[in-house]
């Protein structure tokens, strides 16, 4: 075959399958088409933090009980102390899996106990749950939505003040001002996500 042939088969198989391409578009065929919305049911949140009476809300306060050390008048910390404290979180209604944590804000610890401040620290205990670092994950139970015999969750915050002959000057002029400290405390409530 000659080139100007071949030229030419090509040209006019191009032009064939455009032609179809645009007349495949023009046979009849059977279509409906439907508007509408579907539904989906949000998991609800429903939690409340209390110290056992009142609910906690920003800038809360809640006092910490200093257990008993035969080296330390009664109801007061010195290094070498722990307080511990416990609040309630109600889950009852919560349809999801929660995340808790409670940190001490760093900065805040190091304005109140100066070079002290490394050795304070808090820990959380919540019995039946997970803990993952500074977090504690409550899981639903069975799969079911939190209720009146499973959501009510107790919380112990330990604050631990443990010696360390290093800080001995900063532990004197905390001891020598003899205050009622304050200590920044945040907790934090939220939906666990794996």
Request: charged share 20%; proline share 2%.
């Amino acid at each position: 075959m000659k080139k100007s042939t071949i030229t030419a088969i090509i040209v006019l198989l191009m032009i064939l399958t455009i032609c179809l391409y645009f007349i495949s578009g023009t046979y009849a065929r059977y279509a409906d088409e439907y508007s509408g919305q579907t539904t989906v049911d949000v998991a609800k949140w429903a939690v409340s933090v209390t110290d056992g009476t009142e609910a906690l809300t920003n800038n809360f306060t809640l006092p910490f009980t200093v257990e008993t050390n035969a080296n330390v008048v009664e109801g007061k910390i010195a290094p070498g102390s722990t307080a511990k404290a416990t609040i309630e979180l109600d889950l009852t209604g919560t349809e999801v899996a929660v995340d808790f944590g409670a940190t001490i804000d760093e900065d805040e610890l190091a304005t109140v106990f100066g070079d002290s401040a490394e050795d304070v620290n808090l820990t959380t205990s919540i019995t039946g749950a997970a803990t993952s670092g500074a977090t504690t994950t409550i899981n639903l139970p069975s799969g079911q939505a939190f209720d009146a015999s499973n959501g009510k969750v107790k919380i112990e915050l330990t604050l631990e003040w443990t010696n360390n002959d290093s800080n001995n000057l900063s532990d004197t002029k905390i001891g020598n001002a003899g205050e009622t400290l304050h200590i920044p405390v945040d907790i934090t409530v939220q939906q666990h996500i794996d």
